[in-house]
């Protein structure tokens, strides 16, 4: 049997619950984190969203036609999160022309490196990225103002419907990916998970 989707969250369940439940959510839910905290990882988000983006058209460059419409969909969302986030930013009063983290830097990277991966890497790459902020937002349940509008944005229904389109495409090409694919994939969904849990912990190092 190939490899799927869901298997390398029941092989890694300790890795993917600290990437995807953390302090900083709890006290987005109950209204106790800091100004300033939140304001350090709404930057940081902003800055690696950006690359994230690029991630994404790079996809597009590489898929099956099949693939498209999908992808072009998350695409489009994007630039409404670009401009969400800019718009959040300039309400917030926030410099968004702050130097990356080094955790966000990390990530980043990352993402540009995985360009050298075949296509069924970087499909399973962006379905787990993606799935990583539509389960964090979503597991504290509902979230006080003005953060239930970030929890609504990565946890909606129509989002929860576009990461499972994900999946889906991701699965399909890991059915009939070679065996090489298999270490590999794993392997960066472990990195991915660890990426999301310490992007996390920046809000507490920044000085936003
Ligand atoms: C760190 N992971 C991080 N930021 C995001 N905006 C996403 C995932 C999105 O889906």
Redesign the pocket.
Known sequence: MPIKCSDLISDNPVAWEYATKHPFLDECRSGTIKPNQFNTWLVQ?YL??IE?TRMAAHLVTIAPLEHFDVLLGGLSALKDELNWFREKARSRSLNLATAPQETCEL?CRFMTELREDTYAVQAVAFWA??L??NQAWQLPGPMVQPYDEFADR?GNVEFTEYVKLLEMQANEVLADSDPETEPRVSEVFLRIADL?KD?WQMAYWGDN
Request: proline share 0%; hydrophobic share 60%.
């Open positions: 988000d690696f969203v994230f990530y990225i993606e990583a902020y990565w999301e992007f």
